[in-house]
């Protein structure tokens, strides 16, 4: 399938292993957490419950009555059973395996794709608070919520795209399931939030393209996707708080000619040499190995990277950058110093003559 090679990073506070070009990328992708059901009220009596359940060493009997309120023909009775689930599940950690081992994933699953946009809010946000077990996370895809969770994306209120992409980026740390995810239509949906949605779904977004690109296929979608100008676009608004995400899923990306060819065609190479002129390490460090990857196979592509007065900002980076950093600066001036066809053609002219 050819995935990138792994590295840690940190998701509603536990640590997980498929995210990342290099160690540095952890923390870039540290706030994957659209959870907001702390926001929902309830009855005082419904409330009273839900406390002593998540204060009980014993939930179970209540998790089977919900699980059961889940099937229920009342539309409300289902809402507030997701509801609770939701919280249950979110609010603690030993909850999420027996709500799934007494069977929630299936009715949850059949909850996503109803036309009731809070019924169908609160199962994307239950499976979602359910997968943070990993243990729960092949039921779930086993289960068949792929494809609901991929419509969720396209059919939901701002909440239930927002985690419906979280639960996606979930599923997609079993490697089986980002070919799935992919074939199922996510990617294009995914990019539309990254580029469309609030700073929240821009993030999850970003998060969920950058681990389900670590596949070749999905990558190729990403750009027939129109990925490369959101991308550019956020990298080049340093107050966004989105550069280093955008940076990283980026650097995935150009492995692939059709990522490279739109990168430039969306103006990405002026925002890449600003952000070695003025972005942080961190970010000065991915800009300058997406260059370097850019400009390999192509001498028009480094002469567009010169022109843009690249080469005074890589000086300075391979003198006070990181170890990383300095030695791809410096590969990188070699190649931006290296003579230019036309020039070379120039003088084998004047030699000639």
Known sequence: MGTESPANYAYMGRNFSDLSINDSSSSAFSDCNSDRSGEFPTA????????L???????????RQLVSDLE???????????????????????NRLKIAKAGAVKPLISLISSPDLQL?????????????????????????????????????????????????????????NKITIGRSGAIPLLVNLLENSSLRGKKDASTALYSLCSVKENK??????????????????????????????????????EARTSLVDEGGIPVLVEIIEVGSQRQKEIAVVVLLQICEDSVAYRNMVAREG??????????????????KAEALIELLRQ?????????????SV
């Open 53 to 63: 359940a998540c204060a009980s060493e014993n939930s179970d009997d209540l998790i």
């Open 72 to 94: 229920s023909c009342s539309i409300d009775e289902q809402k507030q059973a997701a509801m609770e689930i939701r919280l249950l599940a979110k609010n603690k950690p030993e």
């Open 310 to 327: 690249a080469i005074p900002p890589l000086i300075a980076l391979s003198q006070s950058g990181t170890n990383r950093a300095k030695l």
């Open 220 to 257: 190729i979608r990403a750009v027939r996707a129109g990925i490369m100008k959101p991308l550019a676009e956020l990298m080049a608004d340093f107050g966004s708080s989105m550069v280093d995400k955008s940076a990283y899923v980026l650097s995935l990306l150009v492995s692939i000619p």
């Open 120 to 176: 169908q809010e609160n199962g994307v946000t239950a499976i979602l608070n359910l997968s943070l077990c990993d243990e729960n996370k092949q039921l779930i895809a086993s289960s068949g919520a792929i494809k609901p969770l991929v419509r969720a994306l396209k059919t939901g209120n701002s909440t239930t795209k927002e985690n419906a992409a979280c639960a996606l980026l979930r599923l997609s740390q079993m490697e089986e």
């Open 339 to 351: 003579p230019r066809s036309g020039d070379a053609a120039a003088r084998t002219s004047e030699v």
């Open 44 to 51: 005082s009596s419904q409330s009273r419950r839900l406390l």
